[in-house]
């Protein structure tokens, strides 16, 4: 009987006139596709569509096409469902995937238009005006105390610790250990470059990014892996995470092969073995409990912003109202598509609703309750582009994540393969032939060229709209019209449908 | 000129109308000395910029001009008919001891078509209500006038401060000001207000001024951030029912000034708030505490798009402009008297010869204040 029913996705195709044998794909793929038995083959079955061999033969002879093999067509049968079966009729086990849900849901960013200017009031050049992004991350206080003393103004109130963004821009948490010690270099090094923060995921941060700690929130997830009482000191805030976009409700779990000297001793745990953060903190079993955690983590970095971060389940609003009143600073807010480096597909594909809609009933939620003041809204999972940035500002987000947009700046195919530890890329791997790879001040030359044109055109939005600091579209609804959305989705997202 | 009866104005409005923007002329005049001066003088200013105003809405705001009253609200209500009239009679009887009523005293003329019924009541909230609200006095008035507002069919209160009265219609300016026979007043701060409106027919209440207890905002601009000043007001329970521009304004200097007690100058910084380019370089460093701390609090309430108000209060008159003042607005001095307004040629119109005449900088309020008790 035959070992495997499934078939290949992709062709790979070798043109042998072009070729000159140099052998550079065989060292680049990570996945082992090539061979060299007097010229160069492939083994299509292990191809991911990651590109590295394309853009690195110097020859372009190599070409990668989508397996054309014919199925008989069933609109409810398609062929990744098949593949699915087949694959888990030969291998029990969860299906594992990488990166975020890939089922073609409707896409709410993709259904809100922006408004701009025209007569009644004018637009505003930013190249010409000043155009504000800075964003502060943290509690306020609902007003401010001002005394008039002889002609001046005394400030009574005291503003808390915030976070100081010269961009609504943040880098989300991807942990060392799923991704490579140099992608976090490169995180660390775009971050300060910014003026913005990196998030360091849950495996801990290693020493050699302590310098960066201006620029970088540490977080302390279910495994509490690389956390103590310095490495809670070495950021401007910590957070919590309760829930990740990309799997909402279960833990996570890095194989042991990732676990080498450098990720052993940066998470705490031993060579080897496999990191399990469990699906719940084991000491949050309750609102109440969070509190303690949150209170616990402000008492031992002199009262530091706290965030919480949790995924966009159905009941996100109450949920946020709680963690805002249980002391939290931030509430960070991770969609359905949020990326991971390893998920059981169920999961990230079926579990959870979008970041669209999440943020628009937590931004309400919190404004019914008077209470928006306290908490910052970082919105992530399924931010794209400069459009998505400025649409969920409108919807009320304080600053978003990218983490996937981060990668693909750094040369991520969205393969979907993190969690083979292949990854050709240099990203998501801990394998020393694959880890060199990415020059970290390359890596962050591109995050830095991104988030700056990002900038650009969030400021050409601003302009548009007539408005010159980002605090004029943040939560302004009223500037954003809806597109092909039925009635309940805008009455949930407060947007009136295009044309009214 | 809006040939709409009020009550299908008033419908149009509620039912159909988004956010209206608006383009106008102001002009404001105070005597900081509290001499009381005629209507005729805040009509003659605005009779000069005619062409700035479209004839779908005028109004005036006089400060001083009920001595007899001044210890009492004094409710200027519009209503569709005598149903609605009723109705919201009811209400006030049940909420407040109304000391006097009367209808407000008008001169028919053809200028202004299809008036409402229009009517004042001086007031003051019954004690047990108030006591029940766990309100103050203030409070309790402005959430009664919401509720009105949005609760009572074709019924519209347009003026609920003490010792002041806001007057206004569908026409031009200075048609607006003869109707309500506003020489027969005398005050000692006149705002007004000619309106042209971009995309819906006039409507009587959505005239300037507008007003909520003392405080009567003329404004000339559209408020691009609109949206998010509304929601931010909506935290603090105010609701923007008339879906304008000039009802937040009013509504954020309530706010700011009366609940949170920042000083007047320091609520216009939030309004009108300073670029970071300059609160950065800012050498004195509580100043610059202070603006940071403006920023961060008050970002919900920065009012970013083009303005030019002039606002009324208790305590006098003041004018400000956006922060990068995409709207004109001039300002004069003479003896005890402050002028403000959208062109030059509304003051000189009634003050030839200013000593001083100046165009104030972006964000930069001019502040009239009534000097001691009046």
């Given at each position: 009987m035959p070992g495997n029913l499934v078939t290949s996705e992709f062709l790979v195709n070798v043109d042998h006139e072009r070729c000159r044998r140099c052998k550079r794909c065989i060292l680049n793929c990570g996945f082992g596709v090539f061979d060299f038995q007097n010229m160069t083959t492939a083994d299509?079955?292990?191809?991911?569509?990651?590109h590295r061999c394309v853009v690195f033969c110097p020859e372009e002879a190599i070409t990668i096409t989508r397996n054309p093999l014919a199925f008989r067509e069933h609109s409810s049968w398609d062929v990744d469902k098949r593949k699915a079966i087949w694959k888990q009729a030969q291998n029990p086990g969860m299906i594992l995937t990488g990166m975020g849900n890939d089922l073609p849901w409707l896409n709410v960013f993709d259904h809100l238009l922006i408004d701009a200017c025209q007569v009644t009031n004018p637009s505003i050049d930013p190249l010409r005006e000043p155009m504000e992004l800075r964003t502060f991350l943290g509690r306020k206080p609902d007003s401010l105390k001002v005394e008039r003393s002889n002609g001046e103004f005394k400030l009574d109130t005291k503003v808390g610790n915030n976070i100081k963004l010269d961009i609504p821009i943040i880098f989300s948490g991807m942990s060392y250990g799923s991704v490579s010690l140099n992608t976090h270099r490169a995180l660390a090094i775009a971050a300060e470059e910014l003026g913005t923060v990196m998030n360091t995921g849950e495996g801990g941060l290693h020493r050699e990014l302590y310098p960066y700690r201006d620029h970088i929130i540490v977080q302390c997830a279910s495994g509490r892996f690389g956390v103590h009482s310095e490495y809670l000191n070495a950021g401007v805030a910590v957070e919590i995470k309760v829930g990740q976009g990309a799997k909402p409700g279960i833990g996570g779990h890095l194989p042991g092969e990732k676990i080498g000297r450098e990720v052993s001793s940066t998470r705490m745990i031993p060579q080897g073995t496999d990191a399990l953060s469990p699906a719940p903190h084991h000491d949050i079993y309750s609102i109440e409990d969070l509190r303690q955690l949150i209170y616990a983590l402000k008492e031992a970095t002199g009262y530091k912003p706290v965030s919480v971060k949790i995924a966009t389940v159905h009941n996100v609003a109450a949920i946020a109202s709680g963690i805002a009143r249980a002391g939290a600073d931030i509430i960070y807010l991770d969609g359905f598509r949020g990326g991971t480096g390893a998920a059981p597909a169920v999961i990230r594909d079926h579990v959870g609703i979008p970041l669209e809609i999440a943020l628009a009933v937590v931004d309400q939620q919190l404004r019914s309750e008077g209470i928006r003041n306290w908490v910052s809204i970082i919105a992530a999972g399924g931010i794209r582009s400069a459009a998505d940035v400025a649409k969920a500002i409108a919807l009320g987000a304080d600053a978003v994540g990218i983490g996937t947009a981060a990668l693909i700046a750094m040369g991520c195919r969205l393969c979907q393969k993190c969690y083979t530890g292949n990854c050709s890329w240099g990203i998501a791997t801990q394998k020393p032939e694959l880890t060199g790879r990415l020059d970290p001040d390359w890596g962050a030359e591109r995050l830095i060229n991104l988030v700056n044109s990002w900038s650009l055109e969030l400021k050409e939005v601003l302009g548009a709209l007539g408005v010159n600091a980002v605090e004029s579209l943040r939560g302004n609804r009223e500037r954003l019209r809806a597109l092909g959305l039925d009635q309940s989705t805008m009455d949930i997202l407060d947007v009136k449908p295009a044309g009214r | 000129m809006s040939k709409l009866a009020f009550g299908d104005q008033y419908r149009t409005w509620k039912v159909d109308t988004e956010k209206v923007p608006a383009a106008c002329g102001l002009s404001g005049v105070i005597s900081e000395d509290g001499n009381r001066m005629s209507g005729d003088i805040i009509i003659e200013s605005m009779r000069v910029i005619h062409d700035r105003g479209n004839g779908l809405g005028g109004g005036f705001a006089g400060y001083g001009i009920y001595p007899g009253d001044a210890d009492k609200y004094a409710m200027h209500i519009m209503f569709e008919d005598a149903a609605g009239k009723a109705a919201c009679e009811a209400m006030l009887e049940d909420e407040l001891e109304v000391a006097s009523s009367e209808e407000i005293p008008t001169a028919p003329s053809d200028a202004i078509v299809n008036p409402p019924l229009l009517w004042r009541y001086f007031v003051l909230p019954r004690g047990e209500k108030v006591k029940a609200s766990g309100l103050a006095d203030d409070d309790f008035m402005v959430r009664l006038v919401m509720r009105i507002n949005t609760t009572v069919p074709g019924t519209f209160v347009f003026s609920s401060g003490k010792n002041m009265g806001v007057f206004k219609a569908v026409g031009f300016a200075e048609d607006v000001g003869e109707f309500y026979r506003l020489a027969e007043y005398d005050a000692w701060t006149w705002i007004g207000h000619g309106r042209f409106p971009t995309n819906t027919p006039g409507w009587w209440g959505g005239a300037h001024p507008f007003n909520i207890l003392d405080w009567a905002v003329v404004h000339n601009g559209e408020i691009s951030s609109y949206g998010i000043n509304k929601r931010y007001l909506e935290m603090f329970g105010y609701e923007c029912a008339l879906l304008t521009d000039t009802e937040v304004m009013a509504y954020l200097f309530d706010l700011l000034i009366r609940k949170h007690e920042l000083p007047l100058e320091v609520a216009c910084k939030v309004i009108a708030a300073p670029f970071w380019k300059d609160i950065d370089v800012d050498k004195d460093a509580a100043e610059k505490e202070l603006y940071e701390s403006i920023r961060m609090v008050y970002s919900s309430a920065l009012v970013n798009g083009p303005f030019a108000v002039i606002v009324g209060y208790s305590g006098g008159m003041f004018g400000l402009n956006d922060r990068i003042k995409l709207r004109p607005l001039v300002a004069a001095t003479k003896d005890d008297r402050l002028y403000v307004s959208s062109e030059e040629s509304a003051i000189r119109q009634i003050c030839p010869k200013p000593e001083k005449i100046w165009a104030p900088n972006a964000g930069q309020p001019v502040i009239g204040q009534l000097k001691g008790d009046v």
């Open positions: 299509s079955s292990k191809c991911v569509a990651c | -």
